[in-house]
């Protein structure tokens, strides 16, 4: 018999209220505004001010303009090419995890390292990354895999959690783990969510949870931080925060600005 891993961490206290709370500003969005009006233009732009709030927490200068004109660095260039792709991978996220996550690196880190590093998950004989600011050391390969692998099996299993609660995980685990050679921050924002498209909380990608990290980034690392050394009251605190951030993340909606 499969573990639901990811239940129980939705039974933290507080967690399910606020999970419902973020699930119902979406819903409100979506609603109010007309899911027939959602065109790919909306989803489009939902998607690009993802990739330069992503981009500018892993420490991008880019400005909006340059990253719409395609002229931005190779952070925000990387964060934008997987917004091209990030609608086609949401639907393989739940079967076939860790290909979805291989790919949004490669399309992550075009600009960043070679293509042998593009995709790659990182050995014992290679470096730990450390290309999230604030983070404790990632764990040794070893660990990262076996972290990662059932973290993968889990994904592929049915859960009674919130998918809120499942993307927020995801996005903790791939950044505390670092598994890739660099980018990990990109690559686990968009694995996040891939998730919110996949489980149903914002099918359409109009949203933009990764713009409402942005806004709440002063407690990004030390959110991650917590989620690793302070056992499920991080883990509940970090769910807590994931709440936050859908909800800002509807805020920040094109369509919330929509006439």
Partial sequence: MSVDVFEPLAGLEGVGSAAQAARDAVDVLLRDRGLRRVGSDMTAEALLRGAHASAALAGSTATPDEVRRGVADGLASGAVRMTGEL????????????????????????????????????????????????????????EMWERLS??????????????????????????????????????????????????????????????????LRATYASGLTDYTARGLTGVRDWLLRSCEVVTKGAELSPLASSD
């Fill in 87 to 142: 609608m086609a991978l949401a639907p393989q996220v739940d079967k076939a995890p860790v290909q979805v996550w291989t790919r949004l690196h490669q399309l992550a880190a075009a600009d960043l390292v070679g293509p042998d590093q593009l995709g790659h998950l990182r050995t014992s004989a290679e470096p730990v990354p450390d290309d999230i600011p604030g983070l404790p050391p990632a764990p040794g390969a070893d």
């Fill in 150 to 215: 059932a973290l993968a099996r889990s994904l592929t299993r049915p859960t009674r959690a919130p998918g809120l609660v499942v993307a927020a995980i995801v996005h903790a685990e791939l950044a505390v783990l670092r598994p890739f050679p660099t980018a990990n921050g990109l690559v686990a924002r968009a694995a996040e969510r891939c998730l919110l498209v996949a489980r149903g909380i914002d099918p359409v990608a109009v949203t933009v949870p990764e713009g409402g990290h942005y806004v």
